[in-house]
């Protein structure tokens, strides 16, 4: 699967930005996805993870209620809703895929699949 990430770009605190993370491949629909980020001189975190079919779904405790994972299985597509962004928001952020979706993969190393990233500023 190939995959390619968009919508990133600078934005306000408080402000909200839609990342979108479109594949390639006849496996999506069984494939898991996660959002990964890694900020400068700071370790990879997977923030958001949703299974195959978007019937679960997994966003890091510190960023519920701002941050949801969403998917369109006909648009092959997966996508990040970032509202009331905080200038810890600032990284790069993957998408990633991996075969056998059926469940949450919490772990960014269960990932086979990278997109190149796309970044995000937040700025004061």
């Known amino acids: 699967a190939q995959l390619v990430e968009s919508g990133g770009g600078l934005v306000q605190t408080g402000g909200s930005l839609r990342l979108s993370c479109a594949a390639s491949?006849?496996?999506?629909?069984?494939?898991?996805f996660a959002w990964i980020r890694q900020a400068p001189g700071k370790d990879r975190e997977l923030i958001a993870a949703i299974t195959s079919s978007g019937g679960s779904a997994y966003v890091r405790d510190s960023l519920k209620g701002r941050f949801t994972v969403s998917r369109d299985n006909d648009k092959k597509s997966v996508y990040l809703q970032m509202d009331s962004l905080k200038v810890d928001g600032a990284a790069v952020y993957y998408c990633?895929?991996?075969?056998?979706?059926?469940?949450?993969?919490?772990?960014?190393?269960?990932?086979?699949?990278w997109g190149q990233g796309t970044q995000v500023t937040v700025s004061s």
């Open positions: 491949g006849r496996r999506f629909g069984t494939m898991g």
């Open positions: 990633a895929a991996r075969e056998g979706g059926a469940t949450l993969g919490l772990n960014w190393k269960l990932y086979t699949y």
